[in-house]
């Protein structure tokens, strides 16, 4: 697991208190509608998230900067890395 500080992103998505799977459904539709090379902060307290969200960008394409654990969440950072068809 990469874990990073005081990373910039170009869009956040709060996801605390949501349910699975939805760490993994709304950061696709998010980053649908961004720039190639643009990066996504995604929130989110479940535990879950720390083998899917890496898991996830290596299967969609996209590059998995890191994370950053907050006291009550973590943040995950995405790099979009192609453009959708």
Not at 24 to 52: H, S
């Amino acid at each position: 697991m990469k874990f990073v500080k005081h990373q910039n992103s170009d869009e956040s998505l709060d996801l605390v208190c949501r349910m699975c799977p939805m760490h993994l459904l709304e950061p696709g539709d998010k980053l649908k509608c961004m720039k190639k090379g643009q990066v996504l902060e995604v929130l989110t307290d479940y535990d879950g998230a720390l083998e899917d969200i890496p898991d996830w960008c290596k299967k969609c394409g996209h590059e998995f900067i890191g994370v950053e654990e907050e006291d009550d969440c973590y943040k995950f950072y995405i790099k979009k890395k192609r453009d959708e068809a």
